[in-house]
């Protein structure tokens, strides 16, 4: 079993649509949670980052945390073409032993 | 700032030849990562440095591979010798702290025929 599962979809949604980004995780030692954007042919540049538990709001994206499941969550409102992208989330616990352990991405197609 | 730079962007080679690839992270920066992205396996790990000393190489796959940091500002990750499953995209990230924002590169495409 992976530390950090992820859907690699494709999903593909219409313009306008809330798209929901899941990843599940088996370490109970991350403390920090992240979410990156990587377009095609580039490399993943930070979306989101939260520490612990809880909900954080940056515009039209939503990043969650449910520690007590071994969950995460992003989701993006009034989503648009320019959102097609592939969504990685990413976890570490921050340690001395730092490692980010990242998701294999999901493939988002937001069509107009 | 320049952000992290990455060259080549692109490489072809044979199997069985060296392969050098070069990083230069952002400027104060303490921490340099490697990472291989392929469809199969997503985005691995392959080492890193904190302070140009390497911390952590258990993703680097085989004694074929090889990474270096002589100084603040450069890095290499060397492929001795070649083979195609090594093709992938290799990605180079710096990081001003432990646990903060990764700041990923362009990325070199890597094809070993």
């Known amino acids: 079993q992976k530390e950090v599962e992820q859907d690699p979809g494709p999903l593909s949604v219409p313009e306008g649509a809330i798209v929901s980004l899941n990843c599940t995780y088996s370490n109970s030692a991350f403390q920090y949670f992240m979410w990156y954007r990587q377009y095609s042919r580039k490399g993943p540049e930070l979306l989101m980052y939260t520490y612990s538990s809880g909900n954080k709001e940056d515009g039209r994206f939503t990043a969650q945390v449910d520690k007590s499941s071994k969950y995460i969550s992003l989701f993006i409102r009034d989503s648009q073409p320019s959102d097609s992208a592939t969504y990685l989330c990413a976890m570490s616990a921050g340690t001395g032993g730092f490692k980010t352990i990242f998701g294999a991405g999901t493939r988002l197609f937001v069509k107009a | 700032d320049a952000g992290v730079i990455q060259s080549p962007r692109h490489e072809v080679t044979e199997m069985g030849q060296e392969v050098t690839l070069r990083c230069k992270p952002i400027s104060g920066h303490d921490y340099l990562f490697w990472y291989r992205q392929t469809m199969m396996r997503g985005l691995e790990l392959l080492i890193y440095?904190?302070?140009?000393?390497?911390?952590?190489d258990s993703g680097m796959p085989e004694d074929r591979f090889s990474a270096k940091m002589p100084n603040a500002s450069f890095s290499t990750l060397k492929i001795q010798p070649s083979e195609p499953r090594d093709s992938a995209v290799y990605f180079c990230a710096s990081s001003p702290r432990a646990a903060d924002t990764q700041y990923f590169g362009p990325g070199t495409r890597l094809t070993v025929l």
């Open positions: 440095f904190n302070n140009n000393v390497p911390i952590d």
